[in-house]
T-cell receptor, first 111, second 121 residues
Framework: RKEVEQDPGPFNVPEGATVAFNCTYS??????FFWYRQDCRKEPKLLMS???SGNEDGRFTAQLNRASQYISLLIRDSKLSDSATYLC????????????FGKGTHLIIQP | EAGVTQFPSHSVIEKGQTVTLRCDPI?????LYWYRRVMGKEIKFLLH????????ESGMPNNRFLAERTGGTYSTLKVQPAELEDSGVYFC???????????????????FGPGTRLTVL
């Protein structure tokens, strides 16, 4: 079983629509959770951290369910510039120091 | 402020050759990480330096990989001898602290460099 699992997509979504991604993680001791965004042939960049209480940043809302080991990202009023790969990432839990990445979900916003 | 830089951006070598990748972290960041993405797979952690010390090298695939950070500034990752399966994108990241900022409880973000695309023929 992979440590972080995501639907690879691609998700083809019309501009202005709402889109949701999910991921699950296997290590119940994981302590920190994130969504990273990666554009084609670029480096990953932190989009937002994910907290148990849920958090919102503009059009983006992230949720964490520790009991189900499930993380979600909601993008409202999607823009063409939102097209990218979204990486679900966890950290901590007694394992290696580094981040543990999912393979990513590819999002294409269509005009 | 300059971000994390990596050199070279691309490297094409033949199986059996040696390649050295370099990473310059953001100035003042004591923590430096190496990651690798092999085609079709997720980004995987390789190792973590705190200043010049290896804090965690549990992700290093085998003894053909050697990472150094003499002086606690830039880091190099040498692959010798390179094998076909070493092809991929090697990312470096740096952060102020490895985990949570105890004063704010916020995670100290890891900033990634643009990566080095390594092709072993």
């Amino acid at each position: 079983r992979k440590e972080v699992e995501q639907d690879p997509g691609p998700f083809n979504v019309p501009e202005g629509a709402t889109v949701a991604f999910n991921c699950t993680y296997s290590n119940s001791a994981s302590q920190s959770f994130f969504w990273y965004r990666q554009d084609c042939r670029k480096e990953p960049k932190l989009l937002m951290s994910v907290y148990s209480s849920g958090n919102e940043d503009g059009r983006f809302t992230a949720q964490l369910n520790r009991a189900s080991q499930y993380i979600s990202l909601l993008i409202r009023d999607s823009k063409l510039s939102d097209s990218a790969t979204y990486l679900c990432v966890v950290n901590g839990g007694g394992g290696a120091d580094g981040l543990t990445f999912g393979k990513g979900t590819h999002l294409i916003i269509q005009p | 402020e300059a971000g994390v830089t990596q050199f070279p951006s691309h490297s094409v070598i033949e199986k059996g050759q040696t390649v050295t990748l370099r990473c310059d972290p953001i100035s003042g960041h004591d923590n430096l990480y190496w990651y690798r993405r092999v085609m079709g797979k997720e980004i995987k952690f390789l190792l973590h330096f705190v200043k010049e010390s290896k804090q965690d090298e549990s992700g290093m695939p085998n003894n053909r990989f050697l990472a150094e950070r003499t002086g606690g500034t830039y880091s190099t990752l040498k692959v010798q001898p390179a094998e076909l399966e070493d092809s991929g994108v090697y990312f470096c990241a740096s952060s102020l602290e490895p985990g949570r900022d105890t004063s704010t409880s916020l995670y100290n973000e890891q900033f990634f460099g643009p990566g080095t695309r390594l092709t072993v023929l």
